[in-house]
């Protein structure tokens, strides 16, 4: 099949390379010339295991190519897959201003009566297919076009195995003929196909990350009262997620979920909710409960030196969001190295790839370093933010030797505590007593 992908982020690139693996012919759309530039010679802006390789060898077999030219891309393709960013407002609404611009420049593009299938793969407010639709008709009446909602799942550091492998696949289609033809593109990739309206759809994707949201507060939550009674998370979310109804995934207590989409699409739904007067309680109470996670670290800090950590240094081990990507967006580290500096503590830090990206957001005196057990040597007490494996790996005895003192706060549960226990680290999980 021939299909255009406008907007070369996460979803579209992904998406359309993996697209152009699976045999159909594609071509990506960006409107930044630089980027076109790069993508063209295999200089990927993400990092993404897998995905530069995928981009090559897609590009030498003349499968995928990228392009700044939105207007031949569209009349080349049968399907047009519209993943541009909806990023979040003040009001904590989705910002439409890419989608709606790129509906009205497909519109402008269409010239012929060929049919073709419009999707939304960006996370949109419920009823976005139809309003696309209307913008497109707009600037062109006749366009023989449908518009339809197939939401992305892909995890970052994961993305391209999510794409190829994913636990299902969803097709808003309100068109037989659409219908049909997304469920062609998408069949190799999984039996698990959900055939709905776009606008049960869009409320798919939705509901999906805010549930997944709610398990990561939720466990939190009880991980925080397991810190007053003395139990441990881990053994908690271990013997509850053995019940095949709640299920042993997002059970990780930890220092809140962070990243491009968890925050901004619980702030989105809740919007969209508020927008037809209703009030969702719990979406609400997964924010506050999010929003307080983050401080878990120092409060465990302050606890320890009785609230006087001014004049300490400080390790903090991880900066991105999650492992295996250099993405510092809504990453907890930056509000933890603030609340640290704000309250008189150095800073040495360290990330295995996010260092540059995360430069910008911190304090300018933040001291980012290469190397692990450069980053705790000498320092007061360490923090685990980001659970690389590379972090994993510290020792007990590592952290005995090189730190002035024997503080440990672990805001991701890897060490084992026992083990750091009996060798006289001072050891702090998050509900690990
Ligand atoms: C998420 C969704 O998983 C994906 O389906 C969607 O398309 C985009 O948003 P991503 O943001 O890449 O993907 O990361 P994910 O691995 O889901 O983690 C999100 C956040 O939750 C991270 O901050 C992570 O540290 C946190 N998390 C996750 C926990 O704190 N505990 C857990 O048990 C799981």
Redo the contacts with the bound molecule.
Sequence with gaps: MKLAVIGTG??GLVSGTCFADLGNEVICVDKLEDKVERLNRYDIPIYEPGLEELVRKNHQRDRLSFTTDIHSAVHHADIVLIAVGTPETESGAADMSFVYKVAEEIGESIEDDKYRVIVNKS?VPVGTAEKVEDLIKKQQPNANINVCSV?????????VK?TFHPDRIIIGASDKRAESMLLELHSPLTDQIVVTDPRSSEMI?YA??AF??T??SF??EIANICDAYDADIKAVAEGMGLDNRIGP??????????????PK?VKALKHLAEERNYQPDILQAVMDVNEKQSHRMVEHLDRIFDGDIKGMTVAILGLA???N?D?MR???SVKIIHELTEKGASVRAVDPIAANNARTLLPEDVHIVEDALEAIKDADAAFLV??WDEFKKITADDFKRLLKQPVVIDG?NVFDRDLFKENGIIYHGIGRK
């Design positions: 996460y979803v996370t939401p992305e799942f892909l995890r970052e550091g994961s993305a999510d994707k999906s990350n997944l949201a398990k990561i466990i939190n995934k997002f059970l990780n207590a930890g220092i809140g979920y962070g990243g491009s989409c968890f699409d969001f999650k492992p990507t993405d809504e990453a907890p980001t659970e991701r």
